[in-house]
T-cell receptor, first 114, second 113 residues
Framework: GENVEQHPSTLSVQEGDSAVIKCTYSDSASNYFPWYKQELGKRPQLIIDIRSNVGEKKDQRIAVTLNKTAKHFSLHITETQPEDSAVYFCAASITGGGADGLTFGKGTHLIIQP | KAGVTQTPRYLIKTRGQQVTLSCSPISGHRSVSWYQQTPGQGLQFLFEYFSETQRNKGNFPGRFSGRQFSNSRSEMNVSTLELGDSALYLC????????????FGPGTRLTVL
């Protein structure tokens, strides 16, 4: 089955700086890659996703890049703010999130230092 | 639209008991997936239901089962509870098509004593 590795497990950055979280996946058939943000005691919330026919996607301060050849994808957050502090999870799925279930990375605890 | 809801939010059980958790998807969504979240193993996929049929299943023992009703609401059952079943159980709904985004519920925190 699919295996997703996520690094780093903890990331501390100064407010205003950029943060980058990286994930690799094992199954070349995976074609849907969402990123979820989970604040303490709350549900995971989708922040951005990318599909295999796209190499990069941006939404304001958040961007995701995908390299299908190398089987890795990354989350980039620019101009970090205190409210960005949370655990971020990457995930991968074949055919899409509905049919096959999401395989998640172990998460990255992002800490924004004031 | 109202979001995904789960009941109960908290549950305490003892070893050997069984438990049933409920998930109501976003209106119009036909797919419900279940995940187990623990500090050690992270988020793990249990199974997914679409139109009352299980479409996919993760690597969990047969003690974990589920079902989906005609209104798309889903239940998950765990029999013969073990201490290791203590976790946050999350359900997620989506319209059900390939590539659809999954939206998570708040979860049910299960503690097994």
């Amino acid at each position: 089955g699919e295996n997703v590795e996520q690094h780093p497990s903890t990331l501390s950055v100064q407010e205003g700086d950029s943060a980058v979280i990286k994930c690799t996946y094992s199954d070349s058939a995976s074609n849907y890659f969402p990123w979820y943000k989970q604040e303490l005691g709350k549900r995971p919330q989708l922040i951005i996703d990318i599909r295999s026919n796209v190499g990069e996607k941006k939404d304001q301060r958040i961007a995701v890049t995908l390299n299908k050849t190398a089987k890795h994808f990354s989350l980039h957050i620019t101009e970090t703010q205190p409210e960005d502090s949370a655990v971020y999870f990457c995930a991968a799925s074949i055919t899409g999130g509905g049919a096959d279930g999401l395989t998640f990375g172990k998460g990255t605890h992002l800490i924004i230092q004031p | 639209k109202a979001g995904v809801t789960q009941t109960p939010r908290y549950l305490i059980k003892t070893r050997g008991q069984q438990v049933t958790l409920s998930c109501s998807p976003i209106s119009g969504h036909r797919s419900v997936s279940w995940y187990q979240q623990t500090p050690g193993q992270g988020l793990q996929f249990l199974f997914e239901y679409f139109s009352e049929t299980q479409r996919n299943k993760g690597n969990f023992p047969g003690r974990f089962s589920g079902r989906q009703f005609s209104n798309s609401r889903s239940e998950m059952n765990v029999s013969t509870l073990e201490l290791g079943d203590s976790a946050l159980y999350l359900c997620a709904s989506s319209p059900g098509g390939h590539g659809d985004t999954q939206y998570f519920g708040p979860g049910t925190r299960l503690t097994v004593l």
